[in-house]
T-cell receptor, first 114, second 112 residues
């Protein structure tokens, strides 16, 4: 069984640029959630995708957007990067059945915005 | 006030000690409770998963949920230096939408 993978591992961007982060879900999982974890904080929910559609969103502006593909892999796009976007971005996959809230996380992508 | 409160620590204990980690929460809709372990610069790893109130044991780890007090705990018996990590509590409601709400994490240091 393959776990959740994310790419790239690290990324450095400058303010105003755009970035795309990628996630491959665990085998058999059809739901992908994205979280932002600032240094010293717990992960904050960005949004979730279930069967290629957004299935809920946290308190993040529209410049954070995503996609899920037919193979259930996913992308997180962030436009007009700000310094405060510097964080560890985590992807988690799960099986989208009622009552099964077990989410398995990938290793994350560390984004630094200069 | 945050939905989930967790003491950031650090909590320092000697090897072999019993560790108690705790979270309180304010949202009575939370039904699912999880503990994740996160090593430095890594993604969170699921340790324990509990639905509603009660206890759950897995090896050296015991998770407790007291919904009447809105209080959850994780106990680690016979702690090892390899247990040194940040422990995150997480919870979610009973809907088809699986948003997890995390605490800030407690940093645990187990010294040999």
């Amino acid at each position: 069984e393959t776990g959740v993978t994310q790419s790239p591992t690290h990324l450095i961007k400058t303010r105003g640029q755009q970035v795309t982060l990628r996630c491959s879900s665990q085998s058999g999982h059809n739901t992908v959630s994205w979280y932002q974890q600032a240094l010293g904080q717990g992960p904050q929910f960005i949004f979730q995708y279930y069967r290629e559609e957004e299935n809920g969103r946290g308190n993040f502006p529209p410049r954070f957007s995503g996609l899920q593909f037919p193979n259930y892999s996913s992308e997180l796009n962030v436009n007009a990067l700000e310094l405060d976007d510097s964080a560890l971005y985590l992807c988690a996959s799960s099986l989208g059945s009622p009552g099964l809230n077990t989410q398995y996380f990938g290793p994350g992508t560390r984004l630094t915005v200069l | 006030q945050k939905e989930v409160e967790q003491d950031p620590g650090p909590l320092s204990v000697p090897e072999g000690a019993i560790v108690s980690l705790n979270c309180t929460y304010s949202n009575s809709a939370f039904q699912y409770f999880m503990w994740y372990r996160q090593y430095s610069r890594k993604g969170p790893e699921l340790l324990m998963y509990t639905y509603s109130s009660g206890n759950k044991e897995d090896g050296r780890f015991t998770a407790q949920v007291d919904k009447s007090s809105k209080y959850i705990s994780l106990f680690i018996r016979d702690s090892q230096p390899s247990d040194s990590a940040t422990y995150l509590c997480a919870m979610s409601g009973n809907t088809g939408f699986q948003k997890l709400v995390f605490g800030t994490g407690t940093r645990l240091l187990v010294s040999p």
